[in-house]
DNA sequence: TCTGGGGTCCTAGGACCC
DNA sequence: TCTGGGGTCCTAGGACCC
């Protein structure tokens, strides 16, 4: 676990060109500091945020001391208490996180155009800027004055780099990678450091002799078109640090879901047909709040083997109207549930969507 | 007493149209 | 006997991320 607070800058040389000038900023265990703003009295001890383990919950945020054990983010609740019996579990503050995090969002819009990735991440452009470097202390400062609460950053010529970065120095990490020095920069990580390499990707490259980033860069095309087939030149240029993918502000979203997995696996009919409509309720009220309106409708269904299946439909129009929702999802789970099979878990889901103002002009 | 909830993107196959 | 192609929409599943 990386805890030093020392400013880290491999290869630091001279002052480069910054041909373009992204930063990545990365709360620190986020869900956790910001539960400590207001329970200052916890600091210290083996803490997560999360789920309760008798409801099958997960860890959503451990701090510091909690990691010690061994406990880390997605694990079952259950294996986390096995791990520390002494573990103090809270659960999620969201008005609290969602107050941080705008104010955090704020502090970084005023230093260039943003492209937030979560509650607690963000890239900034600081292209053009005359001092890149100083900018993203003066960031992480403002962050830690404003919020009280700890960031780590990194700063590189493309996405990639600066997220990879902010991840190096964790917790409270500065991490500069100036421009030239990228793929020295990631050689020595392992292929997982890379955003969008996961366990399946990192296990087929390890698989054929390439576990580290300088491997997969300096790996032959044809080898890797055989076993990636495009995606391979893809990895191989991320692996050099090669990323032109810009800063984009404003994304439209894609689609809206609620699921809910239950205590206890359920294959009471009645009962499943009322949560399958306050699902598809709730995608309704946040359609509708949003000012959407969707096309298609997805309902998901997950055995108690954990096998999952999603069966959709798409309308002839638009629909924001509880009324829809419930009775095409209704529809959708009657057709695929086999009566009497136990559900672990149940979602509804909403894709195919449009602004209201957007539909009313073609409704015109 | 394993395994949350909210997303995005990609692939692949079939239907359908020109 | 032949069985083109490209484009778009739709569905389902999987990898991945926070």
Redesign the pocket.
């Known amino acids: 676990m990386p805890s030093s607070a020392q400013p880290k800058e491999p290869a630091a040389a001279g002052e480069a060109q910054w041909p373009r000038a992204i930063l990545h900023l990365?709360m620190d265990a986020f869900f956790v500091n910001v539960h400590l703003l207001d329970h200052p009295q916890h600091a210290g001890l083996p803490l997560v945020v999360?789920?309760r383990?008798?409801?099958?919950?997960?860890v959503?945020a451990a701090s510091y001391e909690a990691r010690r054990f061994g406990i880390q983010?997605?694990m079952?609740?259950?294996?986390a208490v096995?791990r520390c019996p002494s573990l103090l579990i809270v659960g999620h503050s969201w008005p609290r996180i969602s107050e941080c995090s705008q104010r955090v969002m704020a502090i970084l819009e005023s230093f260039g155009p943003i492209e937030p990735?979560?509650?607690?991440?963000a890239y900034v452009d600081l292209s053009g800027t005359s001092e890149p470097r100083h900018l993203a202390q003066a960031i992480k400062a403002r962050v830690r004055q404003e919020t009280s609460l700890p960031a780590s950053v990194g700063l590189a010529a493309c996405k990639l780099v600066a997220?990879v970065a902010s991840?190096h120095g964790k917790p409270d990490g500065y991490t500069v990678v100036p421009p030239g020095s990228e793929a020295g920069f990631l050689a020595p990580l392992p292929v997982?450091a890379?955003?969008?390499?996961?366990?399946?990707?990192?296990e087929r490259l390890v698989a054929i002799g390439l576990s580290t980033c300088g491997q997969l860069a300096a790996a032959s095309p044809d080898q890797l078109s055989l076993a990636f087939?495009?995606?391979g030149e893809v990895l191989r240029r991320l692996a050099l640090g090669e990323d032109t993918r810009p800063v984009s502000q404003g994304?439209?979203?894609?689609?809206?879901?609620?699921?809910?997995?239950f205590?206890?696996d359920i294959a009471d009919g009645a009962v499943l047909a009322d949560r399958v409509t306050e699902l598809a309720r709730?995608a309704g009220r946040?359609l509708r709040r949003r000012g959407m309106a969707a096309?298609?409708v997805?309902v998901k269904f997950r055995w108690a083997?954990?096998t999952?299946?999603?069966?959709?439909?798409?309308l002839a129009a638009f629909t924001d109207r509880d009324e829809d929702l419930v009775r095409v999802a209704l529809d959708l789970w009657r057709e695929h549930w086999p009566a009497g099979q136990p559900i672990?878990?149940l979602?509804v889901?909403v894709?195919?969507l449009t602004t209201k103002g957007r539909q009313l002009a073609l409704d015109l």
């Open positions: 990365d999360g789920g383990p008798e409801h099958r919950g997960v959503a983010s997605a079952p609740m259950r294996t096995q990735m979560s509650v607690d991440e997220k991840d997982r890379i955003h969008g390499v996961g366990p399946k990707t990192a087939g495009k995606y994304h439209a979203r894609k689609s809206i879901s609620s699921e809910t997995t205590d206890r709730d946040s096309k298609t997805a083997d954990f999952t299946y999603t069966r959709q439909r798409t672990r878990l979602g889901g894709s195919g």
